[in-house]
């Protein structure tokens, strides 16, 4: 088992930056690949971005790509998001997840999800 635990959501305005966290603990952190999903409220989650095992290869869902950057600390236990270029749209929850066996890029792949954090955006 593993426990992921979301943090560095908040308000910024349109065009600013914000670097969300996710931390994992239990079971081996490099037995899971890694991803963000957000979510608003009435509507089904979206994926976001995910990483391999090792941060090898990364994917980026077409809404995102080219402004945020995924990547992993294995060391460290903790998969990270830099989200720049912010736009009103960006406006979800973020939601950490894990997968054992495949790199989630849907959110029923994921094993694991944590709790969630607010990306505010503002215009």
């Known amino acids: 088992q593993v426990q992921l635990g979301e943090s560095g959501g908040g308000l910024v305005q349109a065009g600013g930056s914000l670097r969300l966290s996710c931390a994992a603990s239990?079971?081996?952190?490099?037995?899971?690949?890694m991803g963000w999903f957000r979510q608003v409220p009435g509507k089904e989650r979206e994926f976001v971005a995910a990483?391999?095992?090792?941060?090898?290869?990364?994917y980026y869902g077409d809404s995102v790509k080219g402004r945020f950057i995924i990547s992993r600390d294995n060391g460290q236990n903790t998969v990270f998001l830099q989200m720049n270029s912010l736009k009103p749209e960006d406006t979800a929850i973020y939601y950490c997840a894990a997968t054992r066996n495949k790199v989630p890029r849907k959110t029923d792949d994921s094993d694991y999800w944590g709790q969630g954090t607010q990306v505010t955006v503002s215009s």
């Open positions: 239990g079971r081996t952190f490099s037995s899971y690949a």
């Open positions: 990483i391999t095992w090792t941060g090898g290869t990364t």
